[in-house]
């Protein structure tokens, strides 16, 4: 006899009680059966991820008006509400026992009173609704970087995202042992408005319990706040990294094609919004993952996955021109779910996509037309910059064959991007692993974007990229990727990379296509193919292989006027951010390993010299005089 199967007995139908009785694991039965008692669920539905029970979980999120379908087979649209249109900073917080405190830059809350909260509001959030239990793996399965997760949520959208974000996980919870370890995540929209979204905002809560490895998500349904696996369990992800020793990352995975049919494989950190997806998508090269990367040490070789085995991509500035890859995708028959777009005669439009947009149509702010005005008097866009698609990566003619190998790819290179106007040039490379992971990783520094709710433009320090994730001492972090690379015997090489460097006159100094330039650059600097120049920040490409290069890659002539406007350093800034990054970890961060400033402070001290001998703007070619 099982208490928690007998209860949830009455909410299942026959097939359903039969899915749930065949996984051995009692603790899969205490959540759903809690879950579906807080909630008050009036049914369960357990999906075994067959190809009947995904149909079901599509035709649902249709039938409930989560979902609508577009002209194209396949393509359906969803809106999330007015202010529930990304990552909420505010509303997620970590549940923390008495007499612990996390890290300063950490949102936190008393666990006793953060769970009495967020249970409330659950309380009787899924009276007369379906509670959807999903099984999903991260990672490939049957592989040392499987984790299992479960997610409870009363939301078919997310269900459905669920299915083209992530690997299955049904039959590997049927064939695991009773003791088995799996991520929680508890999710519910709250109460609808008549357009099925979130109607409380103002109550939404997304908190994290890293005591039971649980999450719960109340009042909100944008994908990066309700899908746990996106970045809630990724949180959990990176402190069962902390204890066990191995990395998980807020980065794409790669292959890089070099000459000779050769495959490098990198993975690359930037925040969102700042150019990861697109990097990841390159045509001619091959895209293992987008978003988030787990690495371990395996045989003495880094390894990599991708966790996801989908993509929930920024659909802005998508063009036929840039974007080829995706763009293809977004207009042939499919599977794909567009997020906050705008609509009009059952076909999706969004900023940027270069083509002729409506003037009218229907977009996360209801009935919609140019000029249309918010309560506060501000133009409501066509579509929200935050606006997303969210397709399966197979669904991508240049998806990587390694994509669910249970080894992972062997990570040759990584690369740190932020959204930097001022100091870092195009692409450097660093001295060594522990310089890279300095002062590109741990000094990434960006401006805010419209993936989070807030203020945009506002530049931050974003280590590693991770910083809205991190859920350990940030010191701490930066201190297990110097370890981890004392773990490998051959490190991989680690480069800065910035899309967004611009000119005195604040015009951006880069196509958005050099960035294929600067990878094939990287794959041939991982085997040592050709030189660089050694500056104070890192080593830059020398001129006359990036001319080829531009030639090669993407046709153009590459000037060196181009080149050195681009590869200038610039002490000021350099300096200056460095200080900033100083400044940064001593007063926010405890546990900062003194290599970080060491470090810091080595590259200030050669960017003074370097202006004491050439001035404050210097020309790459001046450091091989
Ligand atoms: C990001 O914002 O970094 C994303 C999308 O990848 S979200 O799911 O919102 O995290
Ligand atoms: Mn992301």
């Not at 910059?385 to 669910?404: I, Q």
């Not at 890659?553 to 200056?576: C, L, P, S």
Request: proline letters at 4%.
């Amino acid at each position: 006899m099982n208490p928690y199967i007998d209860a949830l007995r009455p909410k299942l139908s026959k097939a359903d009680y039969q899915k749930l009785c065949a996984i051995k694991i009692p603790k899969v039965h205490e959540f759903i059966a809690k879950s579906a008692d807080l909630c008050n669920a009036e049914h369960v539905f357990i999906c075994s991820d067959s190809p009947e029970d995904k149909e079901y979980i599509r035709q649902q999120a249709i039938e409930h008006k989560e979902e609508q379908k577009l002209a194209v087979p396949g393509h359906t649209y969803h809106f999330d509400g007015f202010y529930d249109q990304g990552r909420d900073r505010k509303a997620t917080k970590y549940l923390v026992p008495k007499r612990v405190f996390l890290t300063k830059a950490l949102n936190q809350i008393d666990r006793q009173e953060g769970l009495a909260e967020v249970k409330s509001i659950l309380r009787d959030s899924m009276t007369g609704r379906t509670m959807i239990a999903r099984f999903l793996s991260l990672g490939p399965t049957d592989s040392v970087f499987t984790i299992l997760g479960l997610q409870c949520t009363d939301s078919w959208y997310v269900a459905h995202s669920e299915d083209l974000l992530y690997r299955s996980g049904y039959q590997v919870f049927t064939k695991s042992g009773s003791d088995t370890n799996f991520l929680r995540v508890v999710h519910s929209a709250g109460k609808l408005t008549d357009r099925m979204v979130s109607a409380e905002h103002d109550k939404k809560c997304i908190y994290i319990d890293y005591m039971d490895n649980t999450i719960y998500s109340v009042n909100t349904q944008y994908a990066g706040n309700s899908i746990g696996f996106k970045k809630l369990a990724f949180r959990l992800a990176i402190r069962k990294a902390n204890t066990e020793g191995w990395l998980a990352e807020h980065m794409m995975l790669m292959g890089v094609h070099g000459p000779g049919g050769r495959k490098t494989y990198f993975a690359g950190a930037f925040p969102s919004a700042c150019g990861k997806t697109s990097t990841a998508m390159l045509p001619g090269e091959t895209i293992v993952g987008d978003d988030i990367a787990y690495i371990r040490e395996i045989d003495g070789v880094a390894r990599a996955v991708n966790v996801e085995a989908g993509i929930f991509g920024i659909i802005k500035d998508v063009n036929p021109v840039d974007d080829t890859t995706i763009w293809d995708v977004l207009h042939k028959p499919g599977e794909i779910i567009f997020s906050n777009i705008l609509v009009k005669d059952n076909k999706p439009y969004w900023l940027g996509m270069g083509d002729e947009t409506p003037k009218d149509g229907v977009n996360f702010s209801g009935e919609w037309h140019e000029g249309k005005k918010d309560n506060t008097g501000k133009e409501v866009p066509l579509a929200h910059k935050n606006a997303r698609y969210a397709v399966k990566l197979t669904a991508l003619e240049n998806c990587d064959p390694e994509l669910e190998n249970p080894n992972g790819v062997e990570l040759r290179g990584i690369m740190y991007g932020g959204r930097d106007a001022r100091a870092y040039v195009p692409v450097q490379q660093s001295f060594d692993w522990e310089h890279g992971i300095v002062s590109y990783g741990a000094s990434l520094e960006t401006e805010t974007t419209f993936a989070t709710i807030g203020k945009e433009g506002v530049p931050e320090i974003n280590m590693m990229s991770i910083q809205d994730f991190i859920s350990i001492p940030l010191g701490k972090n930066v201190r297990n990727n110097l370890d981890f690379g004392k773990k490998v015997e051959n490190p991989p090489v680690v480069f800065g990379v910035n899309y967004f460097l611009k000119d005195v006159n604040g015009n951006y100094l880069n196509d958005p296509k050099d960035k294929q330039v600067w990878v094939k650059w990287m794959e041939l600097r991982v085997h040592d193919e050709v030189d660089a120049i050694k500056t104070p920040t890192g080593y830059v490409p020398l001129y006359e292989d990036l001319r080829k290069l531009f030639k090669e890659v993407r046709g153009v002539d590459y000037t060196k006027e181009d080149y050195n406007k681009q590869f200038t350093i610039r002490v000021d800034e350099n300096m200056a951010k460095i200080k900033r990054v100083r400044d940064f970890y001593k007063k926010n961060v405890t546990y900062t390993p003194e290599q970080v400033f060491w470090i810091l402070n080595q590259q200030y001290e050669r960017l003074l010299n370097a202006k004491e001998q050439f001035g404050d703007y210097i020309e790459p070619e001046k450091f091989l005089e």
